[in-house]
């Protein structure tokens, strides 16, 4: 089984910065995708930033020059930073992974508990 861990949230003032960090943890044979999502209240669950093993990273347009996805693949973890929050970017932000578990296997998607970022204006 895999686990997502996030880690990071908090309450911030408009202007501010917060670090994200997303842990994957165990049986993993390959990671093919990581990414974060979020969700407002009463809102859809929306992409906010993702990778692929092969591909380039990509941004929703909303995000585009204010937050940086980034990871480390010897700690199976990937992060995004967000700089310049707007009080629009309050959400529960998901970690979700398209991770193989076996040698020929197909990818699962995992979802991580999420964590709560609050931008005050």
């Known amino acids: 089984q895999v686990q997502l861990v996030e880690s990071g949230g908090g309450l911030v003032q408009a202007g501010g910065s917060l670090r994200l960090s997303c842990a994957a943890s165990?049986?993993?044979?390959?990671?093919?995708?990581m990414g974060w999502y979020r969700q407002a209240s009463g809102k859809q669950r929306e992409l906010v930033a993702y990778?692929?093993?092969?591909?380039?990273?990509n941004y929703a347009d909303s995000v585009k020059g204010r937050f940086t996805i980034s990871r480390d693949d010897a700690k199976n973890t990937v992060y995004l930073e967000m700089n310049s929050l707007k009080p629009e970017d309050t959400a529960v932000y998901y970690c979700?992974?398209?991770?193989?578990?076996?040698?020929?296997?197909?990818?699962?998607?995992?979802w991580g508990q999420g964590t709560q970022v609050t931008v005050s204006s």
């Open positions: 990778f692929t093993a092969v591909g380039p990273t």
């Open positions: 979700k992974g398209s991770i193989v578990t076996r040698f020929r296997k197909p990818a699962n998607d995992y």
């Open positions: 165990g049986s993993i044979f390959r990671i093919d995708s």
